[in-house]
């Protein structure tokens, strides 16, 4: 089974340039900052929940029905994209961290929390892109 990952990447290519944006604007109190960090917001939001679901469905075949893999919640994915070594459990742990992350601004889009989800974002566009590999190679075996 193919695992179409364009959005996905489109996703990721669209929060780095967020990330340079945001990192071009010299005056934090300039209203292009503020647009630059919702931007990065945003996309970090949907590169996660976007992998989340492709994840879900490169696990489905460890489980005995793809409804199985549908209850899984966000968290309990990469667990079990952890224990099957599709990923670290180093990786694994920042995903969870990232989840919470995204928790935490779904709640408060408060400006610490939106400076708080800034400081992930060069490890999770990495840990992104691997996953998007990881998934790329998996359905070339």
Request: aromatic share 10%; proline share 1%; net charge negative.
């Amino acid at each position: 089974m193919s695992i179409d990952t364009t959005f996905l990447r489109r996703c990721i290519a669209s929060l780095e340039r967020s990330v340079e944006g945001i990192e071009a604007q010299e005056d934090r109190e300039d209203l292009m900052y503020d647009i630059y960090r919702a931007a990065c917001v945003k996309e970090f939001e949907l590169v996660l929940e976007q992998s989340g679901k492709l994840l879900r469905k490169r696990l489905a075949a460890w489980f005995a029905s793809n409804r199985q893999a549908d209850r899984l919640h966000f968290k309990d994915l990469f667990r079990h994209a952890a224990r099957h070594d599709i990923i670290d459990c180093e990786t694994a742990e920042r995903w969870l961290l990232y989840r919470d992350n995204r928790t935490d601004t779904a709640r408060d889009y408060g400006e610490d929390f939106a400076e708080g989800t800034l400081k992930l974002l060069p490890v999770f566009i990495g840990d992104a892109k691997a996953l998007a590999d990881m998934i790329e190679r998996a359905d070339a075996a």
